[in-house]
């Protein structure tokens, strides 16, 4: 019976994988509740900054801040890639790199200039394969989307923004929908988009009544510092969704694999016993058949 | 007339404080501003300290703030609190570090091709070496 013992030692390879499998899907699970609770933690602050920044750039005339003012030629292009650093998350970064990178020969086509900033390993990686122009990178953030780490990355954006190096920003991620559903987005960043600001404004339903501020000690820095935390907080909402998407994501994926383990090792049980039983009644035969002879 | 106002205090992480308060300090730019209730609106920079609040019927609670942005609103005040102490410098600390760790990537892009190139040739040779090997076997 050379084959019952080959098919042993498989039933326990699988026996072995499908334990790593089911172990990631349960530190996946707990890992989800605690990034979903960040990414929805993000939020007042994203929507106080908006409205700050809303009624800033209706009230206040005699200065607009570049991220405010589109521009009408558009050579270069600025994009920021949010991944996860790690593997093992189904079509996750797969979805969204594919979005990127349509949407780069798209622009490509149309003789645009593009660079890159790449918020995690796997779209750092994905870009110097295809040979894309990265100035910035961060990666390693692990669990928990840390400001910090962002501001480095986020600022050679925005300063190549200001000095006329980008036209234009945009920022892909996986948009959080629910544990089952994650889908690849492209936003415009900058510059911020009136509807972008308006259709913010109107969720809030307030009425539309605009002041002026008194800015301390100067209008200009205080609006300076107010824009780049909004944006700030755009990316940072962004990445904090990205990473729940990553480990509702990876726990499907591996809840995926636990039960296809499962299947296989039935499988695999199925046909051991068939080839064991087919053994002993070839035994038995044989000893019968011997007995009648004798 | 109110004698209270709405006060948010939020950071990118979470949502520290809100609720209905008398009055409140906070440690502004140009020094410390009080805010009573029916004041100018108003938008300014804030450094790391305490903010003072008195909410109604309650103690005074001191929360600290790392720097951030004040802005007063009619009836609303929100203090959008920073993370992390921030500054000019370290943020552009920061940013030649992203702009660095990039380039290295960008050059360790050759020898990473290199590597898989290897890698390739290695294989290749491998299985030359395991062909050579049966058919060696075969003709003893």
Known sequence: MAGSREIRNKIKSVKNTQKITRAMEMVAASKMRKAQDRMKKARPYGEKIRNVAAHMSRANTEYRHPFLIARDTVKRIGIIVVTSDKGLCGGLNTNVLRKTLNQMKRWQAEGEQIEACCIGNKGLGFMSRIGANVTSQVVGLGDTPDIVRLVGAVKVVLDGYTQDQFDRVYIFYNRFINTMKQEPVMEQLLPLTDERMQSDEQSNSKPKTTWDYIYEPEAKPVIDDIMIRYVEALIYQAVAENMASEQSARMVAMKAASDNAGNVIDELTLIYNKSRQAAITKELSEIVGGAAAV | ?140
């Open chain 2, 1 to 140: 007339m109110s004698t209270i106002f709405h006060l948010d205090i939020v950071s990118a992480e979470e949502s520290i404080y809100s609720g209905p308060v008398e009055f409140l300090v906070a440690p502004a730019q140009m020094g410390e501003v009080g805010i009573y209730p029916r004041h100018t609106p108003m938008l300014t920079r804030i450094k790391s300290g305490m903010v003072r609040i008195k909410a109604q019927l309650k103690e005074e609670e001191l929360i600290y703030v790392s720097g951030g942005m004040l802005e007063v609103q009619p009836n609303v005040v929100t203090i959008l609190a920073d993370t992390a102490v921030r500054s000019h410098d370290l943020d552009e600390a920061k940013a030649i570090e992203a702009k660095r760790a990039a380039e290295e990537a960008m050059k360790n892009r050759e020898s990473e091709l290199d590597y898989a190139k290897a890698q390739a040739e290695l294989m290749e040779a491998m299985s030359q070496l395991a062909a050579i090997d049966k058919l060696r076997k075969r003709k003893h």
